[in-house]
Nanobody, 122 residues
Framework: VQLQASGGGLVQAGDSLRLSCAASGRTFSTYGVGWFRQGPGKEREFLATINWVGSDRFEADSVRGQFTISRDTVKNTVYLQMNSLEPEDTAVYYC????????????????WGQGTLVTVSS
């Protein structure tokens, strides 16, 4: 499984962005996908996960109501819609694939994209 995250950029506080995670590989449809972020000087943080058919999703308490994960199984793409962005949301955002059901654990994720940088100015 290979993942390519995109959609990051420089935005102002209050703006929205939609990140995309495009996947390749015949077995991708059997993997759950999670989004993580790593801010400057911080550990990588779990944000959201979605199962392989897109029927179940979970967002972390820290971003619930602000970020929404979704999946297009036809396009083999997972999205992270981010609204009302604040400077503290500045980070490199990563998508990753897992065989674990709805995992929030970093170590359960085996395949990682290269990350996309989101910078939010005040």
């Amino acid at each position: 499984v290979q993942l390519q995250a995109s959609g990051g950029g420089l935005v102002q506080a209050g703006d929205s962005l939609r990140l995309s995670c495009a996947a390749s590989g015949r077995t991708f449809s059997t993997y759950g996908v999670g989004w993580f972020r790593q801010g400057p000087g911080k550990e990588r943080e779990f944000l959201a996960t979605i199962n392989w058919v897109g029927s179940d999703r979970f967002e972390a308490d820290s971003v619930r109501g602000q970020f929404t994960i979704s999946r297009d199984t036809v396009k083999n793409t997972v999205y992270l819609q981010m609204n009302s962005l604040e400077p503290e949301d500045t980070a490199v955002y990563y998508c990753s694939a897992t065989k674990k059901w709805m995992s929030q654990t970093l170590g359960d994720y085996n395949y990682w994209g290269q990350g996309t940088l989101v910078t939010v100015s005040s």
